[in-house]
């Protein structure tokens, strides 16, 4: 089965720029989506099709896929965007998700 | 707007059985797929299955992991997806999210939690 993998954590000042990376053989051949969640509440997609944004989720947020790595990058990082990211794709008819990544606002 | 709200979940001894229903509102419930997940206390997301529309067969698929003990159905003249557990594990405890859609996943339940314990 397909295995994505994600750092497990991530760290940055308010104001910059984070960066949260999804491996995958070839994850560039598919689409990635991404999802935030806090604690207690349901997931939120905040990137579907690799680099769209769904209505409502600010532009501070993209992502970007090519090769073995798809990005998720949150720009002038707010306190707020501090959750679980988790990316996901479609594979041979089943759901595959990355394990997860903690972004923690300093 | 959509709305998916979640039920029927519970403490449930090991080895029974339980169904949880996705009570949906806000679009035209048969033209979609329907997907549960699951997330274990401290874990990541899980795919659990899901259920594509009529159109598409109604067909179902299902995670290696709950295959043969899980169902999902549908009833598209109440706007309710199923979940049926069978032959309960402890590991089966989580938060039980439904979606809609079978590729990504935009509008989310706010879950239910199903305890597996003697």
């Known amino acids: 089965s397909y295995v994505l993998t994600q750092p497990p954590s991530v760290s940055v000042a308010p104001g910059q720029t984070a960066r949260i990376t999804c491996g995958g053989n070839n994850i560039g051949s598919k689409s990635v989506h991404w999802y935030q969640q806090k604690p207690g509440q349901a997931p939120v997609l905040v990137v579907y099709?690799?680099?769209d944004r769904p209505s409502g989720i600010p532009e501070r947020f993209s992502g970007s896929n090519s090769g073995n790595t798809a990005t998720l990058t949150i720009s002038r990082v707010e306190a707020g965007d501090e959750a679980d990211y988790y990316c996901q794709v479609w594979d041979s008819s089943s759901v595959v998700f990355g394990g997860g990544t903690k972004l923690t606002v300093l | 707007e959509v709305q998916l709200v979640e039920s029927g979940g519970g403490l449930v001894k090991p080895g029974r059985s339980l169904r949880l229903s996705c009570t949906a509102s806000?679009?035209?419930?048969?033209?979609?797929?329907m997907s549960w997940f699951r997330q274990a206390p401290g874990k990541g997301l899980e795919w659990v299955g899901f259920?594509?529309?009529?159109?598409?067969?109604?067909?179902?698929e299902y995670a290696a992991s709950v295959k043969g003990r899980f169902t999902i159905s549908r009833d598209d003249s109440k706007s309710i997806a199923y979940l049926q557990m069978n032959s309960l594990k402890t590991e089966d405890t989580a938060v039980y999210y439904c979606t809609r859609g079978d590729y990504y996943f935009q509008h989310w339940g706010q879950g239910t939690l199903v305890t597996v314990s003697s």
């Open positions: 806000g679009f035209t419930f048969g033209d979609y797929a």
């Open positions: 099709d690799d680099s």
């Open positions: 259920i594509r529309s009529k159109a598409y067969g109604g067909t179902t």
